[in-house]
């Protein structure tokens, strides 16, 4: 019996999948830059190292267990641990995954999801968070959260994958179990202290416009590297990605200026974020007129649902939940309606391709998604409650986060040093007993 050849390494595929794993990085720094522009300069630092550390941590956790919990042999639940360390991962294919790249590309490309998506969660929970606790919640979510959905959805034999549920490049994988999450871990925080006590403004927009750029541009790899191959359906994702995220750009331009008669940079940047959360897991497998009304559909789901929160008692200090989590549900279902083999042989015909039991199927992996998020996340931050204590001190709060967990400034002088001389002040004149009583008198009678 003559055995057929090994798979071929592709150089071109080789390439472009490494790119793309360099190019979601970059999402990572994107997303610090974004969140960091949209809080208070006391703690812009803080947020962006609330992303940073994501790369240093969840590198280090993907390569002890994360990618054998995630992509290894297992059941349809889990995935075994042969691949702890990246034992038995070398410079082969893995055809189970990709026949044209080895099997160290695919880890270090998945490596850069499972880094940004705790990392969006951040910005729900900004300004009030110690950040040792955020750590050690980082690393457990990822492995107790992240990895089992990442199994289901995308490793060989998850339950989710049997099924049939499309996720392209991660709108449950990612987005949803982030937004749930994200929702989760700001009721169980509790809002910040001077949550609708004072104006909470972004303090640097040209920031926030730069970190939506390396967002979009790092999309890119995002969707289009999820083809694990440069080929035609990468351009097919690439295509849809700019286009969804184009079209929800100017439809959320337009809802701004119907609503308030101005065009705002912050809701040009959440308009971008939103269209490329929508498009996530369609990317590969609709057209590009689906990928306008999906762009569309997603900002109209996320500006309403951010108009709502704002008139709310909920500290979703970013809007996580509105941007990712809601607009990647709508993502994810729409999927279900636009979706043809047409775009992707390999796919499955949607609602209007005549298939309209896909939508069922995407209804599954988003509730899914949502219950595995939100009941990981009430137990780990339960544990890291009782492990570290979760929430800053009053004090540190108003001080900001990066005097007091990092030690440095933003800016010399400027907000942290206005907190330090505030908190003083009010701690001066909550201790000085004033004059003694026999002048109180005397200067009362004068």
């Given amino acids: 019996m003559i055995q057929a050849p090994p798979p071929a390494i592709s150089a071109g595929d080789t390439a472009w999948v490494l790119a793309s794993s360099a190019l979601v990085l970059l999402m990572t720094v994107g997303l610090a830059c974004f969140y960091g522009g949209l809080v208070r300069s006391k703690n812009s630092l803080n947020t962006m190292m609330m992303s940073i550390v994501a790369m240093g941590a969840i590198s280090v956790q993907w390569v002890l267990v994360g990618y054998s919990l995630s992509f290894a042999p297992g059941s349809s639940w889990l995935g075994g641990l042969q691949w702890v360390l990246f034992r038995h991962v070398g410079g082969e294919p893995n055809p189970a995954y990709a026949a ?46 992240y990895a089992p959905l990442a199994h289901w959805v995308w490793g060989a034999g998850g339950w989710l994958q049997q099924m049939g549920a499309l996720d392209f490049a991660g709108g449950t994988v990612v987005h949803i179990s982030a937004g749930v999450s994200a929702l989760v871990a700001a009721r169980f925080l509790g809002p910040r202290r001077d949550f609708r006590r004072m104006p909470l403004s972004p303090h640097n927009v040209p920031l926030v416009l730069i970190g939506a750029g390396l967002l979009w541009f790092g999309w890119f790899g995002f969707n289009a590297g999820s083809a694990l191959a440069a080929n035609g359906l990468a351009a097919l994702a690439f295509v849809n990605t700019n286009t969804a995220a184009a079209a929800a750009v100017l439809t959320w331009a337009l809802l701004d200026t119907t609503r308030t008669g101005k065009m705002t940079a912050v809701g040009a940047a959440t308009g971008a974020v939103v269209g490329l959360v929508g498009i996530t897991p369609a990317a590969g497998f609709v057209t590009p007129p689906a990928a306008l009304a999906i762009g569309v559909l997603c900002a109209l789901v996320s500006y309403f649902a951010i108009q709502r929160r704002s008139r709310s008692r909920l500290d979703d200090s970013l809007d996580v939940f509105s941007c990712h989590g809601l607009a990647g549900v709508a993502g994810a279902l729409l999927t279900g309606v636009f979706a043809t083999k047409l775009a992707n042989p390999a796919g499955n015909d949607g609602l209007f391709a005549g298939n309209p039991g896909q939508m069922l199927v995407q209804l599954y992996a988003v509730l899914a998604a949502v219950i595995i998020a939100a009941v990981g996340t009430v137990v780990i931050l339960a544990i890291v409650r009782a492990v570290f204590g979760a929430r800053a001190q009053i004090a ?31 701690v001066i004149v909550a201790e000085d007993p004033g004059p003694p009583e026999p002048e109180r008198r005397a200067a009362k009678k004068r």
């Fill in 100 to 145: 044209t790249i080895p099997q160290h590309a695919h880890a270090i490309y998945q490596a850069m999801f499972a880094i940004i998506t705790p990392a969006l969660i951040s910005g729900a929970i900004v300004e009030r968070m110690r950040f040792r606790a955020y750590l050690a919640f980082l690393v457990l979510w990822s492995t107790v959260v």
């Fill in 396 to 426: 540190d709060e108003m001080i900001g986060l990066d005097l007091t967990e990092h030690g440095e400034e933003a800016y010399f002088g400027g907000e942290a040093a206005l907190g330090v001389s505030s908190l003083a002040q009010s």
